[in-house]
């Protein structure tokens, strides 16, 4: 069984940081991609920061620049830093790891249980 644990959310001001983590345990193989989701009330779940096992990045526009995601692979950890934060920031972040269980296995697609971050003076 895989859990991934994501921590690091809470309230913050507008301008503030915050940086969230998720770590995955359990019989991994190996993960794939990573990434990190937000969904607001209302809203689809939408991208906010991927990173591939090389470590190439992608951003939508509207965190360019003020998101960092990063990952720590010998410790199924992915981080993301989240600077100069706005209201519109306000979501719920989820996190997201495509894993393997074996060496040319299926790839499996699994969520953390989301974490708050709000965004308010």
């Known amino acids: 069984q895989v859990q991934l644990v994501e921590s690091g959310g809470g309230l913050v001001q507008p301008g503030g940081s915050l940086r969230l983590s998720c770590a995955a345990s359990?019989?991994?193989?190996?993960?794939?991609?990573m990434g990190w989701y937000r969904q607001a009330p209302g809203k689809q779940r939408d991208l906010v920061a991927g990173?591939?096992?090389?470590?190439?990045?992608n951003y939508p526009d509207s965190v360019k620049g003020r998101f960092t995601i990063s990952r720590d692979n010998a410790k199924n950890t992915v981080y993301l830093q989240m600077n100069s934060l706005k209201p519109e920031d306000t979501a719920v972040y989820y996190c997201?790891?495509?894993?393997?269980?074996?060496?040319?296995?299926?790839?499996?697609?699994?969520w953390g249980q989301g974490t708050q971050v709000t965004v308010s003076s």
């Open positions: 997201n790891a495509h894993i393997s269980f074996g060496d040319h296995g299926p790839i499996y697609n699994y």
């Open positions: 359990g019989s991994i193989f190996s993960i794939k991609n």
């Open positions: 990173i591939t096992s090389g470590g190439s990045t």
